[in-house]
């Protein structure tokens, strides 16, 4: 039987099995075929009309704000269905928000044929690797120095993606946990163990860009620096030939004698 070539992604050996998107903003309008999630962390200034009474006449004044710049429909995120990294592509294309700001994250899941890939994952040395890989990516794109971007890879305690290894403790989280932050378990960390809920490993060092272009390549150098890590932690790992030697074999005879 012919061994299955591993599949080749950007030059490396692809060990993803599937990838998960979070895009967070707000939408003019609807996405044929998604749904708006409401997210608490994104903050929008109102659009919309307020009643104002004057202290002196008492009589009411309806403001309407002098700029619009939130979503006209709704603010929130949508999320993907596991996908191979061929689709990502398109996908992003067709959902990414019509207005984004600073409380905006853009989230990637990934899963993996294997569990052993998974483990390997789950050690203090990539989150580091990881952020020196988006770090490069942010002086190859030219990222301007005041981007949201390198606050969240250049300040350790970031809120929503704390340069620290909890996996060991998220793994057996089953739920989310929105008031976690400070806990051993916090999923606010710049990767997220989360096997017990989704079977994935969640990067959350990135926020929304100006333009799917931008996020594509970014999500594609999470997904790329993951599987250079596998494969540099997997050439490190020892090899050691055992050699066993088996006991001589036993037998036991039972005889009955009869009068």
């Known amino acids: 039987m012919a061994v299955k070539k591993r599949e080749i992604l950007n030059g490396l050996t692809n060990r993803l099995h599937l990838v998960g998107i979070e895009l967070e903003g707000g939408w003019d309008a609807l996405v044929e075929g998604e749904v708006i999630v409401p ?9 919309k009309p307020t009643v104002i009474i004057d202290p002196v006449t008492g009589q009411p004044t309806l403001v309407t704000p002098a700029t619009t710049t939130g979503p006209r429909h709704e603010k929130g995120e949508i999320v993907s269905k596991p996908m191979a990294p061929g689709a990502i592509d398109a ?4 959902c990414y ?14 899963s993996f044929h294997h569990k052993l890939n998974y483990s390997r994952l789950m050690t203090p ?11 490069g990516f942010g002086n ?3 990222i301007p120095p005041d981007h949201i971007l390198w606050g969240r890879l250049l300040r350790d305690n970031h809120p929503h993606c704390a340069h620290m290894y909890l996996g060991d403790n998220q793994i057996i989280v089953k739920r989310k946990d929105y008031q976690s932050r400070g ?15 989704h079977h994935t490993i969640e990067c959350r060092l990135l926020p929304m860009f100006e333009g799917p272009d931008q996020s594509i390549r970014a999500i594609m150098t999470v997904i790329d620096t993951t599987n250079r890590f596998l494969s540099k932690i997997r050439q490190r790992e020892r ?8 006991r001589p074999e036993v037998f036991q005879e039972f005889g009955i004698t009869v009068r």
């Open 39 to 47: 997210d608490g962390s994104v903050k929008f200034p109102s659009n």
């Open 183 to 197: 806990t051993p378990f916090s999923r606010y960390t710049a990767i997220n163990y989360c096997e017990a809920m």
């Open 140 to 142: 190859q794109e030219a």
């Open 91 to 94: 996908w992003v294309r067709k």
């Open 97 to 110: 928000p019509h207005h984004i700001n600073e409380t905006c994250g853009l989230h990637v899941h990934m």
């Open 239 to 246: 090899k050691n030939n055992v050699t066993v030697t088996a």
């Open 125 to 135: 040395e990539f989150t580091p690797y990881m952020v020196r890989a988006l770090m």
